[in-house]
């Protein structure tokens, strides 16, 4: 049976937890990496059975960085902490990378309810997509955070980024190495409590410009190892 770790970058979501391990698949490891939460999240983690990192630099990159750091599975996935996606649905994600499908699967955001999605960040995300394909010829339509591939793949792609562009820097990355990339749609539902990272239209300028930086870096030669 197919097994993996799934990488939660997780600050201040007590409320979320319970029902984001609840959907773990049988038999996987979820990486609550705990980025200076201040509400219990860490110990609620812990006695779900989470693995429970702590790190202590802030950001969102640095919190799934060092997850993929603590990760010792075949394959790794990546999902937020706020009950907005269904780790669940990873299952299919890893099937498609095992039987050579694709080395990286992403899940394309489809909004359940309006408030699901704000009309800010749905507009941020867009332009993202647009300059995504004129840098890199993918006609991706999400840089959403759930998604999976192999662990030697991810680490391969030394991936530096430790703020909101660390989601775009692993697929250019990825497309720069020649790794296969798809996308399948999933549901999106309203998150628990309010995103840290694009509730607001100053998040998500932040957030943007973060990935605008990471668009900007030239092309790079990665060594063959882990790369296929």
């Known amino acids: 049976m197919l097994s993996a770790d799934i990488v939660l970058p997780c600050l201040n979501e007590a409320e979320a937890l319970p029902w984001v391990l609840s959907r773990i698949p049988a038999g996987w490891r979820a990486v609550v990496v705990d980025n200076g939460s201040t509400d219990g999240s860490a110990q609620i983690a812990r006695t779900l059975g989470a693995h429970v990192v702590h790190e202590p630099q802030r950001g ?7 997850g993929l750091a603590a990760s010792a599975a075949e394959y790794v996935c990546f999902c937020d902490c706020d009950a907005s996606l269904d ?3 990873l299952t299919g994600f890893v099937r498609q990378v095992a039987e ?3 080395d990286m699967v992403l899940g394309r955001r489809r909004p359940r309810t309006r408030r699901a999605w704000p009309a800010h960040a749905r507009a941020g995300n867009l332009v993202l997509a647009q300059m995504l394909r004129r840098r890199t010829g993918l006609r ?9 591939a192999r662990r030697t793949d991810l680490l391969a792609l030394d991936l530096t980024d430790r703020r909101s562009g660390y989601p775009l820097q692993m697929v250019v990355r990825a497309s ?3 790794l296969r990339i798809t996308e399948v749609d999933v549901p999106y539902l309203p998150r628990s409590g309010r995103s840290k990272v ?8 932040h957030a943007v ?3 605008s930086a990471v668009l900007a870096e030239q092309p790079r030669s990665l060594a063959a190892g882990g790369v296929r």
């Open 100 to 102: 050579g499908g694709s």
């Open 198 to 205: 694009t509730g607001t239209w100053r998040g998500t300028w």
């Open 60 to 66: 969102f990159g640095a919190a799934c960085h060092a």
């Open 87 to 89: 780790p669940g649905l």
């Open 209 to 211: 410009r973060d990935m």
């Open 176 to 178: 720069d190495a020649g």
């Open 140 to 148: 991706l339509h999400d840089l959403g955070p759930l998604r999976a």
